[in-house]
């Protein structure tokens, strides 16, 4: 086994050893000497080449150090071979402190590090407690997995849904209709925006009158209005973007000389399916199609949704049948049902972003080669519920500055309206896609996402009053603690009384 010197250089042993001893002794007695290791006087906290020269043997004693530790954990053999060795790898005259350090939980340096294995270990206990309490509970309360609420006996009978879902594609069809007779000087300006929002109107009209007509399966009715909600905001963009093109086109002071405005149904066909909500002519895209990776990615995709399910069916659904409305019983009461329920429903809602955010869109884009595939930041680190809006649904955010947001400022309309007004067609969306499938309009979806236009401010005041930490803990109560459980209760309650008054 070879012997470090003070330089670092590995010096094979000799057959007894002591030369090479000797010479480790005499290298690292000249070190010391030129650079004043063993002088009275202590080091100088000069900069430029004195200091870096002092770095460097520090690095060399240090890595003296590291070699005696390795040795003297070697084989019995290896360190009889080396003899003295440890008498002169770190000498007791080598200053052990050099430098002023801050220990590694200490609030100046815990974010200057990997915290890796503290996260593994988190992995590890959530995992041992989660498994102890799903062995606790099917123990106790048995296998309570039913399928009566997402598909009911008359789910067969959803076929007008399902058709509703196929006649969808007729609507891009005909704004693909109305901007080639505008590209062929058929019909005006006027007339084709007017016709865009007949278009647009009707597409969402006509699924909500179909799912209110038909007695369908709660999963039925969300994956419709789900559909509708994107092909609207796909199709707004559509004729947004389109109008703003050919307005470029056609003006004298254009910024870009190679716009021209052109209609084609392959990019139109590409868009409608694409993972994007926003519309260009053209995307960036990726090279080829990885089949093995979208075979493991769909086998996630296929574990987590089985997740989710039994963590609904197992966990939430027992909880809200046994609770009370959240709004007509004891506060005490109330508040214990919601911390009860926030924690499964967190579980579901993240299982339900890593699903549909990470694995489909992802999915979806390596099957069609869409390069852009930021579907999403890191909302978890978000210092207020404004940031939290701003990175954790990347295509609906960049559908809201482009075509809400930025179109208002442009009409001289002030910031904080245009926020308002963001949030509100962020919340009447939200409100068709729960309360049409649940058939009730009692507005706490609408009402929920509004009231996180004060919570932007407050917490941007709290970020810049009292920093980062306070803004993200009132972020992760107000979504996974207080507001989400808290919704989930009152539309199961007003749910179950609806059904109550019609039996």
Request: hydrophobic residues 45%.
């Amino acid at each position: 086994m070879a012997v470090l010197d003070s330089g670092g250089v590995a010096v094979p042993p000799t057959e007894n050893g002591v030369a090479d001893l000797d010479r480790l002794h005499r290298r690292k007695s000249r070190s010391d000497s030129s650079n004043g290791l063993l002088s009275d006087t202590s080091p100088s906290d000069d900069v430029g080449a004195a200091a870096a020269e002092r770095d460097r043997v520090d690095s060399a004693a240090e890595e003296e150090a590291q070699g005696t530790a390795n040795l003297a954990g070697g084989d019995a053999e290896t360190r009889e071979s080396a003899g003295g060795d440890v008498r002169f790898t770190y000498r007791p005259s080598v200053p052990a402190h050099r430098r002023t350090r801050e220990s590694p939980l200490s609030s100046d340096a815990i974010f200057k590090q990997s915290h890796a294995g503290l996260f593994n270990l988190c992995v590890v206990v959530l995992v041992a407690v989660n498994s102890r309490l799903i062995i606790e509970n099917l123990m106790k309360y048995g296998w309570l997995i039913r399928t009566d609420f997402w598909f009911s006996s008359t789910s067969l009978r959803d076929w007008p849904l399902f058709m509703c879902c196929l006649s969808l594609s007729v609507f891009p069809l005909a704004a693909f209709t109305v901007e080639k007779m505008v590209l062929q000087k058929f019909i005006s300006e006027p007339v084709a925006i007017i016709l865009h929002v007949i278009i647009t109107m009707t597409e969402v009209l006509y699924p909500v009158y179909v799912t209110l007509r038909c007695d369908s399966a709660f999963l039925s009715g969300v994956t419709l209005m789900l559909l509708t909600c994107i092909v609207w905001l796909k199709l707004v963009s559509y004729a947004h973007t389109s109008y703003d093109i050919r307005t470029l086109a056609n003006s004298a002071d254009k910024v870009d000389p190679e716009i021209s405005y052109y209609v084609s149904l392959k990019s139109l066909a590409y868009f409608m399916v694409a993972p994007t909500l926003c519309y260009q002519p053209s995307y960036p895209r990726s090279p080829c199609i990885r089949k093995g990776w979208v075979a493991r990615q769909f086998a996630k995709l296929v574990i987590f949704t089985g997740l989710m399910g039994f963590i609904i069916e197992q966990y939430i659904n027992p909880i809200v049948r046994n609770s009370k409305h959240p709004l007509k019983g004891d506060l005490l009461y109330a508040i214990e049902r919601v911390l009860k329920l926030s924690v499964p429903n967190l579980y579901v809602w993240l299982c339900m972003f890593y699903c549909f955010f990470h694995l489909w869109l992802n999915i979806l884009a390596e099957l069609l080669c869409f390069g852009d595939r930021e579907f999403y930041k890191d909302w978890w680190n978000a210092k207020s519920v404004g940031d939290y809006w701003r990175m954790w649904n990347m295509p609906v955010h960049k559908w809201m500055v482009r075509h809400v947001y930025f179109p208002c400022l442009r009409i001289k309309i002030p910031k904080v309206p245009a926020i308002i007004i963001a949030f509100l067609v962020s919340a009447v969306f939200h409100e068709l896609c729960i309360a049409v499938p649940c058939r009730l309009f009692n507005l706490w979806a609408f009402m929920g996402i509004m009231f996180q236009v004060p919570l932007v401010f407050i917490t941007n005041f709290l970020q810049e009053r009292f920093g980062s930490m306070v803004g993200n803990m009132i972020f992760w109560f107000s979504f996974c603690i207080f507001g989400q459980p808290m919704c989930v209760l009152l539309y199961y309650h007003d749910l179950m009384n609806r059904k109550g008054s019609m039996s």
